[in-house]
Nanobody, 125 residues
Framework: QVQLVESGGGLVQAGGSLRLSCAAS????????MAWFRQAPGKERTFVAR????????YYANSVKGRFTISRDNAKNTAYLQMNSLKADDTAVYYC??????????????????WGQGTQVTVSS
């Protein structure tokens, strides 16, 4: 059983940066791959980034490659999403997700085991 709580969202101007955090409960955090998804108003929830359980592998949506960086600190039971060079179309609710057993390189949203409540990121232009 894992509970996830996102934080760090807010309002930022285009071109700026923001770092999101995902704090996880439980003593088996290191057994889970962690990911970030986002959902803009009226849009479907889409994949942003994933990191393997040991942090050795990362995967990104093409729309954020070179701008976003996912990381984790297993000692702190926390995953992060560093967002740089933000654009107006990055505006969305960002969700943290955890997955124990990874069946494919880029799992779909419905394959994840646990989800946080989301944190709003608004990029103004």
């Amino acid at each position: 059983q894992v509970q996830l709580v996102e934080s760090g969202g807010g309002l930022v101007q285009a071109g700026g940066s923001l770092r999101l955090s995902c704090a996880a409960s439980g003593r088996t955090f290191s057994s889970y791959s962690m990911a970030w998804f986002r959902q803009a108003p009226g849009k479907e929830r889409t994949f942003v980034a994933r990191i393997t359980r040991d942090g050795g592998g990362t995967y990104y949506a093409n729309s954020v490659k070179g701008r976003f960086t996912i990381s984790r600190d297993n000692a702190k039971n926390t995953a992060y999403l560093q967002m740089n060079s933000l654009k107006a179309d990055d505006t969305a609710v960002y969700y943290c997700a955890a997955l124990r057993f990874v069946p494919v390189i880029i799992p779909t949203a419905n394959q994840y085991d646990y989800w946080g409540q989301g944190t709003q990121v608004t990029v103004s232009s």
